[in-house]
């Protein structure tokens, strides 16, 4: 049977996306747990109430302090913290919902620590595959022990990712427990072949979802995606692993399915309060860490891969008990049996609570077909957040490509731009000025805008920065005043100036977009792209950042 032939079955997966998830949201409410907690339930019919008017951007802690929760005017959330303290009671009920009363729920609502709104997340059972696929194929995506218990739909692809557990004689103690066993995601052992074909299923039907309720930004685009003219990533999985997180599965802020601790040898797991984590969209990923020494050997498939590994240093920071600082916790990181990280110390490299990415290209697995991470202390335990394996690129780094929004924008070539992340301080802002002199004005939807950097992770090599602007307030019909020199800053690159006193409107003139690229940039030796915009006159602001490795 023909993937085409498929796609007509699949259209009963993709049925009005609102009605499911009102259907989600009162299936919560109408529980025995929150019926008995109708403080819990206003809270979460509150966020999704405004989730369901597209209004999230109203889901602020003063807002629900004061409409919820019956706060003064004068609420003070520095002072009084009932907002937070319910939301972590609302994120614990609705595990409890999941795992027990609600476990047949075809949709999960989950609300990501340090956010308050709600993200409606697809679980897929058996059943809802069509009828036709034969019986073979079937037995084998779904072996007779596994139960007709709905998965979020992301677990279908990670089991299709090459994501394949230990052998039995090497899974640890923690993965034996009963109640982990029996949340294990099913299907682990089918071949890769059979997987391609869940992936693909299931993709089809999201694109039809995706189709019918306008999820693409520009559908034609999107569309383009798929058959751009780029230069071709190394075949092979994502792999995406949050060390020290007990729970299958992990869904952070851009969509990305992260699985639980896996593939380690020694160590023991670290969770941490809630807290704030630094240049990033994710702190959350930072909130559980394999700490001591340990290794990881990770099955990958031949090629040519991009590692990223995650570090924030928690513990020996100015806001801990314990103090600390530069030189509290320093050891090496080996791969394959090679140093690829000496001396390290996250304080140093990045700061205390702050998230550290560490970017390696041309990776690929040792000789067992296995990627080896080892992790010796110099002084305290070695420590790790998360751990990335990408397709990649020979000899050259992904582009990395951000919009200052929140979300994605696929341009007309087919390249994907991802929500900007990697940020400190600075102001998201959006309006509906249309931006000329552009092919691509979707670029300059948003801006990010203040007194703020971008730490971009790279490797050793060149780089080309590029640059899109445009003056939406100044001298345009929303401010009606100004004009040149009224928004006037300078721009840094690892404290090298780019260029100084960058007036858009001098340079472009008002509502229309400019693009700078700078050449033959190099990382520091944190292995950083440090991109700083530093305001002379009012803020500085950018619309797009781009990032390309260049190759002589």
Known sequence: ???????????????????????????????????????????????????????????????????????PPS???????????????????????????????????????????????????????????PDSLMDSM?????????????????????????????????DNSPDYRDKRIFGWRSSLSICAILMTLVAAAYLIRGHNHGWFANPKAASSASTAATVPLAAGPEIRIRCGYARPIFKDEEGNIWTGDRYFTGGFATELPNQHIARTRNPE????????VFSYRIPLAPGTYELHLHFAETTYSPASSLGGGENSRVFDVQLNGRPLLSQFDIVSDAGADTADVRVFRDVTPDKDGALHLDFSGSLGLPILNAIEILPGLPHRLRPIRMVAQNSFFVDKSGNLWMPDTYFNSGQLAADKVAVGGTQEPGLYAGERYGNFSYALPVDKGRYKITLYFSEKYWGSELSKQGGVGSRVFDLFCNGVALTRRLDIVEAAGSGRALVKTYHDLHPNAQGKLI???????????????????ETR
Not at 34 to 40: E, S, V
Not at 41 to 65: M, N, P, V, W
Not at 143 to 169: C, I, K, V, Y
Not at 532 to 549: G, K, M, R, T
């Open 1 to 71: 049977m023909k993937i085409q032939e498929l796609i007509p079955h699949l259209e009963h997966l993709a049925p009005d996306r609102e009605a499911e998830e009102r259907a989600a949201m009162r299936a919560v409410l109408e529980s025995s747990i929150f019926a008995k907690r109708p403080r819990l339930a206003s809270l979460l019919e509150y966020i999704c109430g405004r989730y369901f008017q597209g209004d999230t951007d109203a889901i602020k802690e003063y807002l629900i302090a004061t409409e919820v929760f019956h706060r």
């Open 75 to 133: 609420f003070d959330q520095a002072t009084d913290s009932i907002v937070r303290v319910e939301f972590f009671r609302l994120r614990k009920r609705l595990r409890e919902f999941y795992d027990g009363e609600g476990a047949d729920q075809p949709i999960e609502i989950v609300v990501a620590t340090g956010h308050y709104r709600p993200q409606f997340i697809d679980r897929i059972s058996p059943a809802q595959l069509p009828n036709n696929i």
């Open 142 to 174: 779904f072996p007779a022990a596994a139960t007709n218990t709905p998965l979020r739909a992301e677990e279908f692809f990670l089991s299709s990712n090459g994501n394949h557990p230990p052998p039995e004689d090497r899974v640890h103690a923690e």
């Open 285 to 292: 990923l930072y909130l559980s860490a394999r700490t001591g």
């Open 531 to 549: 991109l700083s915009f530093v305001p002379d006159v009012n803020y500085a602001s950018v619309n797009a950042v781009e990032v390309e490795e």
